[in-house]
């Protein structure tokens, strides 16, 4: 399996050069397809707990978006976002709790994952994801995210007219884009000129930079009680990027910084599960 991988990524690392060498702007724009791609994807039996859901779909921008509800109706609605190549069946260990504390949940495979359609996925369209679940299946003011999950929401509540009564639970968010983007370029080494013309690809997609996407960007713009959970270890979303948001010190923000889980292994682990549900 890592000599498949080895060979893969070997394989790509010299189409990109090839490429950038014929047109540095055709390798870019094959650097942002493969950029917003998952190349896995979550396939695996329903978690018991979610064989019990109540099964919800629908279509957004084209894909036929596949999700759950539990306990509808209740007052207390939270919607749950996992993170990149990951599934919302991967939070199954939350369920029961949260029930127990009579919330409504909903969650939904992003496009590209697990039981969802498409191929590809980018910030701006799962912060609009969130946007229309909110509108058709809210009020929501609860929500639990993981990774890319986290800066999409972070994105949503920009425009999410929201107030302190709302609740927001950050499990190692994709803090910065520039991170993501720079871990992307070491690993399939594109030279600095297609980086260039990958970052202007952004630029023209919505009109902003690289570095809007940023939950630490947003969170000024955040009302809502936030639980902001992030490993030392975790070296795809670092702690050095949450560092910034914890200087500046916002009242409503409570930082639970771990040791020892990375990035997965932390929104898996028993005392985050638990610290969680005592939050919300």
Same mark, same amino acid.
């Given at each position: ?21 014929? @047109? ?7 650097? +942002? ?26 279509? +957004? ?83 639990l995210t993981h990774s890319f ?12 007219? /929201?107030?302190? @009564?709302?609740?927001?639970? +950050? ?20 030279d600095a000129d297609v980086q ?66 990375? /990035? ?17």
């Amino acid at each position: 399996m890592e000599l498949t991988k080895r060979l893969a990524l070997h394989y790509i690392q010299t189409r990109f050069k090839l490429l950038s060498r014929l @047109s540095k702007k055709k390798a870019a724009e094959e650097a +942002f397809r493969l950029f917003t791609t998952p190349q896995s994807r979550v396939k695996k039996e329903l978690p018991p707990i979610f064989k019990k859901a109540e099964k919800l779909s629908f279509n +957004f921008n084209g894909v036929t978006i596949q999700g759950f509800r539990f306990n509808h109706p209740s007052e207390k609605k939270l919607l749950i976002l996992h993170g990149f190549e990951s599934s919302v069946l991967n939070f199954d260990a939350y369920v029961q709790p949260l029930l127990k504390k009579d919330y409504e949940i909903l969650a939904f495979d992003a496009p590209a994952h697990g039981l969802s359609g498409g191929r590809q996925i980018n910030a701006v369209d799962y912060k609009n994801l969130i946007l229309h679940i909110v509108k058709t299946y809210g009020p929501v003011t609860s929500f639990l995210t993981h990774s890319f999950g986290g800066l999409a929401l972070g994105l949503a509540l920009e425009e999410l007219p /929201h107030n302190e @009564s709302w609740k927001a639970v +950050f499990i190692a968010p994709a803090t910065e884009s520039t991170t993501a983007m720079k871990h992307f370029v070491h690993i399939v080494k594109l030279d600095a000129d297609v980086q260039e013309e990958f970052e202007k690809l952004i630029v023209e997609a919505n009109g902003k930079p690289l570095s809007w996407y940023s939950v630490a960007r947003a969170a000024a713009s955040i009302k809502a009680q936030v639980l902001f959970l992030q490993d030392k270890n975790d070296y795809i979303t670092p702690l050095a990027d949450v560092q910034p948001i914890v200087d500046k010190g916002y009242p409503n923000f409570r930082f639970v910084i771990s040791e020892g889980l990375g /990035h997965s292994k932390i929104y898996r682990n028993k005392q985050t599960v638990q610290a969680i549900v005592d939050f919300l």
